[in-house]
């Protein structure tokens, strides 16, 4: 998994609050098992109108904000389904970061064991980013992970809470099998002497 330290970026403005999995990545397009090329069908009903082509009204469809890598959402991000496509749709796209008051526990989980950071902010905190992310391609953040602050793009400060776990396995670019790896040493001698004790097994 990628690390995490520190990112700096364009910020998008999404003031929509209860954003489900479902509008994160429409259901078509949960046919594949792979990580890649879901970044096209990222908020597609909102990004693209009937006859497919893009809808200029849609936030990442401006050109100030096509290669934004954080997202500034409103309450409740990430709601409904459990569906992992909806952080693979996000990274895809380019997106590490969405910052939020809160977010859906499934897709929370879902979005740090695939090198996303979420973060959780208070509501005046909030509109400040917002204010930040209604600059166009002023609107530049930087996320330091390791400080746990956001610095906004006129010097201003946020700092953030995280689980400690949690930003160590974004630190390291730690996944569950790379948390797993690292005990291989354990694993290896407790399967060899389990070997010795149950050969039958």
């Known amino acids: 998994m990628q690390k995490f330290t520190t990112l700096t970026g364009v910020a998008a403005p999404l003031p929509m609050i209860n954003v489900d999995t479902d509008k994160i990545i429409p259901k078509q397009y949960l046919k594949t098992i792979e990580r890649t090329g879901l970044g096209k069908g990222l908020f597609a009903e909102m990004r693209y109108e009937e006859d497919g082509s ?4 849609f ?5 100030a904000y096509r290669n934004a890598k954080v997202l500034v959402a409103g309450d409740n991000f990430g709601c409904g389904s459990s569906r992992e496509h909806a952080p693979w749709a996000l990274a895809d796209f380019g997106i590490r970061c969405v910052i939020s008051t809160s977010f859906a526990d ?7 064991k695939n090198g996303m950071l979420l973060i959780k902010v208070s509501p005046d905190d909030l509109d400040k980013l917002f204010d930040d992310a209604e600059r166009g391609a002023n609107a530049t953040l930087t996320v330091d992970l390791e400080k746990q602050e956001i610095h906004g793009p006129d010097g201003g400060t946020v700092r953030f809470d995280i689980d400690p776990h949690l930003k160590h396995c974004l630190l390291n670019g730690l996944d569950d099998i790379g948390l797993t790896e690292q005990k291989r040493e354990r694993i290896a001698s407790y399967e060899k002497k389990a070997a010795l004790e149950r ?3």
């Open 54 to 57: 893009e809808n200029p009204d």
């Open 59 to 63: 936030v990442l469809n401006k050109p």
């Open 106 to 112: 499934i897709f929370y989980n879902n979005s740090f």
């Open 199 to 201: 050969p039958w097994v």
